[in-house]
């Protein structure tokens, strides 16, 4: 539950009044409190802290946003560009390491769908001695970005951002192109008709 209260252009010690009172009405959550000076943000700031709760701030361009977690164990983390940029690298990991355990039976496939000459795909045969190794490694990534969607990314108390937002989405696309990717070797045979 996320909770916000304006304190904007309130006098001290009212801003911190007010916060008290909206913590002792919640059980859990996160309470916001928009304040827009500085002594104001300091006394929530340092009240919340004092109380024992995570305290997190966000300034913007006239106010500051204070947000105060109240009955979570965890620490609040945003879910900014660096997390977002990791995602879809491992991701991408995940889908060049199928696409190359696949490589031994790429080539019809190719032609089948786009018309590429398999002749031009003769080089791909290198990787197949390692697509035991690809597999291994797309199955590892895959395995790990499910295993932190759910101990980390599920358990956060506000989620932001659209990779946070859609990440069982976007994981869920990826994961079904890794398997069909992974298993086009065995069922191939069975498409293409020999």
């Not at 009240?47 to 609040?76: H, M, P, W």
């Not at 991701?91 to 696409?99: C, K, Q, S, Y």
């Not at 290198?126 to 358990?155: D, E, M």
């Not at 946070?164 to 298993?183: A, P």
Request: hydrophobic share 45%; charged share 20%; glycine share 6%.
């Amino acid at each position: 539950m996320v909770k916000r209260i304006d304190c904007k252009n309130l006098a001290c010690p009212e801003p911190v009044l007010r916060t008290k009172d909206a913590l002792e009405e919640m059980d859990e959550g996160i309470l916001e409190v928009e304040v827009n000076s500085f002594s104001s943000i300091q006394n929530v700031k340092r009240f919340a802290q004092n109380q024992g709760y995570y305290v997190d701030e966000k300034k913007y361009s006239k106010s500051t946003v204070i947000r105060i977690v109240k009955g979570y164990e965890c620490e609040l983390e945003d879910f900014n560009y660096k997390n977002d940029k990791s995602f879809w690298t491992l991701i991408l990991g995940a889908v060049v390491t199928a696409v190359l355990a696949s490589t031994c039976c790429l080539g019809p496939l190719l032609f089948l769908m786009f018309g590429v000459s398999v002749g031009s795909l003769s080089f791909l045969h290198i990787f197949a001695p390692y697509r035991s190794y690809f597999t291994v490694i797309a199955l590892v990534i895959i395995a790990y970005l499910w295993w932190h969607y759910f101990f980390k990314i599920r358990k956060r108390p506000v989620c932001e951002g659209s990779i946070c937002k859609n990440y069982v989405k976007y994981l869920s696309i990826g994961t079904f192109f890794v398997f069909v990717m992974l298993t086009y070797p065995y069922w191939a045979q069975y498409l293409l008709g020999d």
